[in-house]
């Protein structure tokens, strides 16, 4: 893991992070990372590496893990990029150590994400559904380019 550390005075911090492939990054991926800044004190973003986004999304990352990493890592609202080896997110929980998760609203209510509400709030984590950017994705700017 990498970044910097902000100071807090009088609570104690909150780690928020917040997972993504973050391919050809474009302003959705800019939206969530600072609506994200916004309720926590101390902000990872995840990025997946490209085995896990094969395994996921059944195709690699236009853009490479170690760009990708470089790219979020140097985003003012990042203080830490962690890579995401595993599609296991309570794993990740335990060798990152957050306090909330993000996720694009467009994920609420998946099968997959009613569970890890119930398996995170077990262990004091909150999970936040952010608002999805739906004027762009990566998928579509894939296409595009084909």
Known sequence: ????????????AVTGYVPGVFDMFHIGHLNILRRARIHCDHLIAGVVSDDVALAQKGRRPVVGERERLEIVAAMRVVDAVHLETTTDKLATWTDVGFDVVFKGDDWKGSPKWMHLEKEFAARGVRVVYLPYTPVTSSSERRELTR
């Open 1 to 12: 893991m990498t970044g910097r550390s902000r100071g807090t005075l009088g609570h104690r």
